[in-house]
């Protein structure tokens, strides 16, 4: 088994949503941390606890980050952190795998199972450190989480969607 640190300036946790029924607005969270514990010999027993820094948040739009960093939505005063804690780990191809473990988000954890869907090999870097890729996704309600917030559009629908997808790119530096 190797333990891994997420490397948090090459780490990012994106995640797109439905706008007014028309388009979808992306945003990002520039502050991932945790740990990965990976056996390459036993896939099915690593884990993964991951930490993301809500303040972080960027849509672009200072205006919509401090609305979403709100009560309205994530709240950042009072839970200041999305976490996520592996429970089961199953392959679902050669470098891919389902991380089944709970999602914690405006105070409320509920499973999720996140598809990773590569896994790079490990590699030294210049600096003589050891290190791995990923990348990830899931999709989410949001109003699961606690969200709730919308406006009822006068064409009809709601002005924020529902559901949310979530994309993980994740660099891990190999402990000692």
Do not use: C
Not at 21 to 32: L, P, R, S
Not at 78 to 95: N, R
Not at 156 to 170: A, C, K, P, R
Request: aromatic share 6%; proline share 2%.
């Amino acid at each position: 088994m190797s333990t891994y640190q997420i490397d948090t300036s090459h780490s990012s946790a994106q995640f797109k949503v439905r706008h007014m029924m028309i388009a979808n607005v992306k945003g990002e969270f520039d502050k991932v941390s945790g740990t990965v514990n990976f056996d390459p010999a036993n896939p099915t027993a690593s884990s993964v606890d991951a930490t993301v820094d809500v303040a972080t948040i960027s849509t672009r739009d200072e205006q919509r980050d401090g609305h979403l960093k709100s009560g309205d939505f994530l709240d950042a005063e009072k839970y200041p952190h999305i976490t996520f804690k592996s429970k089961k780990v199953t392959a679902s191809g050669a470098d891919s795998f389902n991380l089944v473990g709970d999602l914690t988000i405006h105070g409320v954890s509920k499973e999720v199972t996140l598809h990773v869907e590569e896994l790079t090999a490990e590699a030294k870097d210049p600096w003589g450190n050891m290190r791995r890729g990923a990348s990830a996704k899931t999709k989410i309600n949001r109003k699961e989480f606690g969200m709730e917030f919308n406006v009822a559009l006068e064409a009809g629908g709601f002005l924020v969607g529902e559901d949310v997808d979530i994309h993980l790119d994740i660099e891990m530096i190999k402990q000692a």
